[in-house]
């Protein structure tokens, strides 16, 4: 296997993830039912995100921390749907690549999950 290395690798990365995300009985009904995303909208986004974290790309512009307060509102988001994110985050990483970008998307990713869930659980106190 080889590592993280490009966009295209971003891109195969990121669209195998939601595959797992939106087929996952435990938080794949947030993505398709209660924000009901348009893919052809978020997948970019994301593959910018990833990019920019992994590559150094500079492509990402947004707040994900504020869209996932907001998204908090409509479902309460708990510590299981953010454990489960990563589990399949880390899955999906190991099942395609290995090496030293591989081992940052999911040390990165470890600490996004656990900024975002004090982040929510804050923005509930207020």
């Known amino acids: 296997m080889k590592d993280i290395e490009n966009e295209e690798d971003i891109k195969n990365l990121v669209d195998r993830f939601y595959e797992k ?10 993505f398709t039912k209660v924000v009901a995303l348009s893919w052809d909208v978020h997948l970019p986004i994301m ?6 974290i992994l590559l150094g790309s500079g492509t990402y512009s947004g707040n994900p921390m504020q869209k996932h307060i907001a998204l908090d509102k409509l479902v309460q988001l708990e510590d299981h749907h953010f454990e489960k994110w990563l589990l399949l985050w880390r899955t999906t990483v190991h099942e395609n690549f290995e090496g030293i ?7 990165r990713a470890t600490n996004i ?14």
């Open 21 to 30: 995300v939106i087929d996952n009985p435990e938080i794949g009904f947030i």
């Open 47 to 52: 593959y910018a995100f990833w990019g920019s």
């Open 101 to 107: 970008s591989a081992e940052e998307a999911i040390s």
């Open 113 to 126: 999950a656990a900024l975002m869930k004090y982040k929510v659980a804050q923005s509930r106190n207020r």
